[in-house]
């Protein structure tokens, strides 16, 4: 409204980025334009991701790694030239360590259940220790819990500061000799917190611990590098990244996908097959089992150009600047308080925060009779809401098409359900 | 959606807080962390009182409220027909203008009619409802047993 708007450095050309996402265009309840602001959730897909699906049903839909008709090499292609844009994109040492999983959840179960049916030295018992963090999403506590439940191994996990950050301050109880896997999210769906991975790390590999990163909130944020990262495994999911729903990534350092026990058995898997026993495939396709979500994967492919062509970091720093102009508009909101990092720093693009003790679904819906749409609950993320003594938050995420006004249109729409509930 | 009459329940709820009661039951909404504890004290065949607490969003609150203005007093049969009209008023997804009589019996509750066009909230202005619902069950139960 009134808001007089500094200048924001860093920020895309966002008139040109949202010609490509149809969806922005649309007008909700009798006329308001859509104000997009549940990122952290699922984004919109460009133009370029849609064309890319419906254009692969179109002209060259078949199974792929069957047959040897025209179709069968061209879907198997595009299924596997997705394979190696995605390894560029996180550049990995060998497309063979790209695994497509169905979203992140199946890519981090898949890891707890290859430790699961691992032999030494990757044997999780009564003997071992898991690791994970009070801010994960419940995709990356309760394949642990199963996997705990399971063998016998002892489930322990990092705590919280005030601050919504990861208390590492006792980091040498927490991970010690007997664990044998940490796993933690890079950047919190809840919180935003984006953690220090170095130190998690470091430690890790002191007690030969591997490491798997759960990186659904950053890889479509900034630019991810698993070999810069050093961990085991990261997982993340297309359909935050411009991709398609369906599709989902792990990553896995090679000498460990050749050592781990394959988990889905199946169609593709296989090498030989006999009534008694069979043998399988290397990796990736070991992990692989059935028909492959090979439509997804393209459009997962495409999408991956599409951010690639507009640069990781450019990306990551218009996210910055916004999210540092939200926090500062929203701050100025009286009774509204953060769930998470108050400043910019070391932190993604999601904004949790509580309003006075206006509960989080009303705010979510005066907010969306105005045209925006936020995310309210516990963001499967509850151990954090028990944490902070709350039943759920409110949560405003951005993108790369997010521009200052839509910040304006929140604190504005913030104001009016204060006064609406006051 | 969110009528006066539903935001000046919220504000200013009627019964709120726990008093002795024959039955408690606790329910949650697990989709949103909507929880309520609820206990009925019945003197014969009449609802003579309606106590709850929790915490929740405006829908949830303020249906306890309104649930207490109808229900505590009247007999049990009567009770159990509002309770019967307002959750098929809940689940009509929006397509039931209530008619004279529904209006009649379910007075303040009529207003909730728009949050049957929002499925994500119907479970909200039902919880305290289905709650009644067990409580009374359970406080027969002792009575009988």
């Not at chain 1, 890889?219 to 698993?226: F, I, K, Q, R």
């Not at chain 1, 516990?378 to 709350?390: K, N, Q, S, T």
């Not at chain 2, 807080?17 to 039951?25: H, N």
Request: proline share 5%; net charge negative.
């Amino acid at each position: 409204m009134t808001h007089p708007r500094p200048v924001l450095p860093g920020l895309l050309d966002t008139e040109a980025i949202r010609k490509d996402f149809p969806v922005l265009d649309r007008e909700i309840h009798d006329g308001k334009r859509l104000v997009y602001l549940d990122n952290a959730a699922t984004s919109q897909k460009p133009r370029q991701v849609i064309d890319a699906l419906s254009g692969y049903y179109e002209r060259h839909n078949a199974n792929v790694h069957r047959g040897v008709h025209v179709l069968a090499e061209e879907a198997t292609a595009l299924y596997e030239g997705a394979r190696d844009k995605v390894a560029a994109f996180v550049n990995a040492p060998s497309r063979n360590e790209v695994i497509f999983t169905k979203n992140a959840s199946e890519s981090l179960n898949l890891v707890a259940n290859m430790l699961g049916w691992a032999d030494e030295p990757y044997k999780v018992d009564e003997r071992t220790e898991i690791v994970i963090t009070e801010m994960e999403h419940h995709s990356n506590i309760v394949p642990w819990q199963l996997l705990a439940q399971r063998t016998g191994a002892k489930l322990k996990w990092f705590g919280l500061t005030d601050e919504g950050r990861l208390d590492l301050s006792a980091i040498d109880e927490v991970i010690t000799e007997r664990t044998k896997i940490v796993s933690f999210t890079l950047v919190s769906n809840i919180l935003g917190t984006h953690n220090p991975v170095e130190a998690i790390v470091r430690r890790a590999q002191e007690v030969g611990a591997l490491v798997c990163i759960d990186a659904s909130q950053a890889a479509p944020h900034m630019t991810l590098d698993v070999q810069a990262l050093q961990a085991d495994f990261v997982a993340f999911t297309g359909h935050k990244m411009c991709g398609p729903t369906g599709i989902g990534v792990l990553w896995g350092r090679q000498e460990l996908l050749e050592d781990l026990p394959p988990f889905l058995g199946g169609g593709e898997m296989i090498e030989t097959v006999s009534m008694h026993s069979s043998t399988y495939a290397p990796a990736p396709h070991k992990f692989e089992a059935g028909t492959p979500p090979v439509a997804q994967a393209v459009g997962l492919g495409a999408a991956v150009d599409y951010l690639s062509a507009i640069g990781m970091d450019a990306i990551a720093a218009h996210e910055h600047a916004i999210t540092g102009y939200a926090l500062e508009r929203l701050s100025a909101i009286p009774g509204l308080r953060f769930i998470g990092p108050e400043s910019v720093e070391d932190r993604g693009a999601a904004i949790s925060f509580a309003l006075g003790d206006i509960h989080p679904h009303d705010v979510g819906q005066v907010l969306d009779e105005l045209g925006i749409a936020v995310r309210v609950g516990h963001h499967c993320a509850r151990p954090v809401c028990l944490r902070y003594g709350i039943p759920a938050t409110t949560r405003a995420s951005f993108y790369l098409y997010s521009t200052p006004a839509e910040v304006d249109a929140l604190a504005d729409g913030l104001e009016h359900v204060r006064n609406f509930f006051g | 959606m969110y009528q006066d009459v539903i935001l000046d329940h919220y504000k200013h709820p009627h019964g709120r807080g726990l008093r002795d009661g024959d039955a408690e039951v606790h329910h949650v909404n697990p989709t949103c962390g909507d929880e309520i504890t609820l206990r009925v004290r019945l003197d014969g065949d009449t609802v003579a009182d309606v106590s709850y607490d929790g915490q929740g969003c405006s829908i949830s609150q303020a249906s306890a409220s309104v649930l207490n203005e109808l229900l505590v007093g009247k007999d049990i049969a009567e009770a159990r027909r509002v309770q019967e009209a307002f959750l098929e008023l809940m689940q009509s997804k929006g397509q039931l203008t209530p008619d004279d009589a529904m209006e009649e019996l379910l007075e303040d509750a009529v207003a909730f009619a728009g949050v049957s066009k929002y499925p994500a909230r119907v479970k909200c202005a039902l919880l305290s409802w289905m709650a009644w619902k067990d409580a009374t069950g359970q406080a027969l139960e002792e009575k009988t047993a």
